[in-house]
T-cell receptor, first 110, second 113 residues
Framework: GQQVMQIPQYQHVQEGEDFTTYCNSS?????IQWYKQRPGGHPVFLIQ?????EVKKQKRLTFQFGEAKKNSSLHITATQTTDVGTYFC??????????FGKGTTLSVSS | DTGVSQNPRHKITKRGQNVTFRCDPI?????LYWYRQTLGQGPEFLTY????????KSRLLSDRFSAERPKGSFSTLEIQRTEQGDSAMYLC???????????FGPGTRLTVL
């Protein structure tokens, strides 16, 4: 079945440093979604990418969808302590099930 | 509160007991999803409803698990004869249509002793 893999599993940065997490799918995705889960919280939708090569920005966050629609990345510029959490990518399997990666847990020290 | 709500938030039970969780989606959302999340993992899809019809079930959903959405509004997830391996966070999510944002509820954390 389809698999969605994320690297790294953990990342620790100093406040102000940049952070990137990468997501790779074993199959072509119709679209990809990114979620953030704070410690003790539930996943919160960040963005959806649909088009091949698409790039979207949300303030300090930049999301990219690969040309082959099999990979994606999330880049955070100048991290802040509020960025702490686990970032998940998720892609649709044939049908309606969203398949989540295992996530990248970001910790930020000030 | 117009978000997705789940009850109870926490459930501790003994192995072999049955448990039932409830999810109330955002009112106009006709699509409802159940996921299970264990520590260090992403949410794993369990089942999906469009209105009252259960359209998709994961292989993870053994025959001890059953889900219903009788009137196309709230949904229940029942686990019979719980096992320690069922300990997890059970998340419910809803959305209006396929391309829309999926909103997660706060989850029900199940601990099976």
């Amino acid at each position: 079945g389809q698999q969605v893999m994320q690297i790294p599993q953990y990342q620790h940065v100093q406040e102000g440093e940049d952070f990137t997490t990468y997501c790779n799918s074993s199959t072509t995705l119709s679209n990809i979604q990114w979620y953030k889960q704070r410690p003790g919280g539930h996943p919160v939708f960040l963005i959806q990418l649909v088009k091949s090569g698409e790039v979207k920005k949300q303030k300090r966050l930049t999301f990219q969808f690969g040309e082959a629609k099999k990979n994606s990345s999330l880049h955070i510029t100048a991290t802040q302590t509020t960025d702490v959490g686990t970032y998940f990518c998720a892609g649709f399997q044939a049908g309606t099930a969203l398949i989540f990666g295992k996530g990248t847990t970001l910790s930020v020290s000030s | 509160d117009t978000g997705v709500s789940q009850n109870p938030r926490h459930k501790i039970t003994k192995r072999g007991q049955n448990v039932t969780f409830r999810c109330d989606p955002i009112s106009e959302h006709n699509r409802l999803y159940w996921y299970r999340q264990t520590l260090g993992q992403g949410p794993e899809f369990l089942t999906y409803f469009q209105n009252e019809a259960q359209l998709e079930k994961s292989r993870l959903l053994s025959d001890r698990f059953s889900a219903e959405r009788p009137k196309g509004s709230f949904s229940t997830l029942e686990i019979q004869r719980t096992e320690q391996g069922d300990s997890a966070m059970y998340l419910c999510a809803s959305r209006l249509s396929r391309g829309d944002t999926q909103y997660f509820g706060p989850g029900t954390r199940l601990t099976v002793l």
